[in-house]
Structures are given as C-alpha cells and as structure tokens.
C-alpha cells in the first residue's frame, strides 16, 4: 500500500545548539495531531528502500506550519539529509502518530528527558501551561551547557508560569547545577510519587534506567509513559 505522504516546504533554519538544528516548515495541508507526536521525515532514495525517520514537533498544532528540532549524526541517513538542507527546500512528510501526549493538563506532570527526547516533552509542557492550575516539573539532561536545547524558552517559561520548575542535569561538565543522570536527581526534585503522571524520553538505556527508577520511587506502571529512540546511536553516545 503506497504511503500517505505530504510535501513541507523550509521556511526556516536555525542552529540551536552544535549539533541541533530546528526547522520551521510549512506543510501543503492542515496539520492534526496531539502536541508530543510524532511526524516522519521519508527520504526517497533510488537504487534502495525509502529512509523513514520519526520526528516529534516542538511546536503546537497551528493550521500547516510546524517546528522540528533535528540532531545530526555523524553518517546518520535522515539527520545528515537534513542538515544539508537550506530554506525553500521541500522535504516529504507522513501524517502524525505517537502515543507520548498529555493525558491530565491540570494533574501533577513530571517529564524527565536527555537529548532530543526533549522534543515531546517541549510540546506537552507547552500544552500543559496553555490550562490553567496543575504543576510541572521539567528534568531536562545534556552532556555539556552549550547542548542544552531549549534553554531560553524553557527559562522564560519557568519565570512566567509559577506552576513550573526547570532543572538541567549535566553528565559532562562541572557547574553549579546538578551533575550526572537524570534518574539520580529525579527525588531531590519531585516530593510525590503517588500522585500525578511521569513522561520519559531519551535513548533506550535512559528510558530503561529512569523507568526503573520511578518504580523503585512508587511510580505506578500506569502513571509511567515513555518513549525511547535512537537505538542505532546509543553504542555511539557511550563511547
Ligand atoms: C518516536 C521518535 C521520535 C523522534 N523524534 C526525534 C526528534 O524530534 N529529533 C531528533 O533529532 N531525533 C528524533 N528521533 C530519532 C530519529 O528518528 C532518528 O533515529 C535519528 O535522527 C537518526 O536517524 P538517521 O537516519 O540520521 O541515522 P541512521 O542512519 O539511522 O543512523 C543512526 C546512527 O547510528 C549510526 N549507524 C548507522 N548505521 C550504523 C551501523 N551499521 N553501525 C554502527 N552505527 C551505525 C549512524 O552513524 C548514526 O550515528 C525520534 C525517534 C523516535 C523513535
């Protein structure tokens, strides 16, 4: 069965961190999905099969126009496509899917992320300040300071709304704030384990670490959502 595909055109780029870019692009139809899903970018090649990659927009939904944060990796099909992308280009798209949403805007929420994982957790803390009442918290780690995407926006968001507290945990750099792991900081942030819903994002070992940890912590299994991703690339991460 051929594939459901829409065409999106680059209006524009901009490099967010050394290896992070975010694209705003504006797609040929109205675009509907639930903020923390994902699209996919599908790179047609001649001589073998389609690339197909998820991506999650950073955006909310709005008419046809969308936000994507791309990480490049070195020999990454998809992420590499992208990055020699420029604006006016076009890039073709499916339609959106994902199970990683906001499930209670006025609940106690809890999104603990690394890496682009931050991308469905950009969207549901968003999505979550656009309802009044509720609480979050947004555990956010990186490597170093100068990886951590969206920094200026989630300050911002955390200076304006006083229902929302940010934390950045870093794994490769000495600072002020938090070092290490964001499963190992997770209690020194958040008081209740019984009450509220836990969002994880980030490649499949923090996935699997941080969901453990929350068990250990009280977390019920069906308060948990996560997803994990870029599986080809962890050996690369840890190295
Ligand atoms: C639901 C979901 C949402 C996602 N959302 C985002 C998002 O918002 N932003 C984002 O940046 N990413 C996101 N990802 C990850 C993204 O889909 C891709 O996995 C990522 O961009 C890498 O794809 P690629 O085609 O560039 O790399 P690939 O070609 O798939 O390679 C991945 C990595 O593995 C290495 N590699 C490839 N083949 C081999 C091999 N044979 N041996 C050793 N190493 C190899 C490559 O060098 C590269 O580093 C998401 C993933 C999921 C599952």
Redesign the pocket.
Known sequence: MALDTFSAEILSIHQMTPR?KQYVLRAERALSYQPGQ?TCIVLPREDERD?I????AVSLPNDNQLA????R????????YMDERTVGDTITLIPFK?NLYLNDPEGANVFLSTG?GI?PMIAMVRDFLSSPGGHATFIFGERTQEDLMYRETLDLLATEHDNLDVVYVLSHEDWDGPTGHVQDHVDDYVDDFTAGDFYVCGVPQMVVDTEERLLELGVADDRLFS?G??A??V??EEE
């Open positions: 992070v994902h690339a990659r998820p991506y999650t994507l944060a791309i990480k990796y070195e020999d990454g099909t998809v992420s590499g994902g682009t991308t997803e991703w870029e080809g690339a050996a690369k």
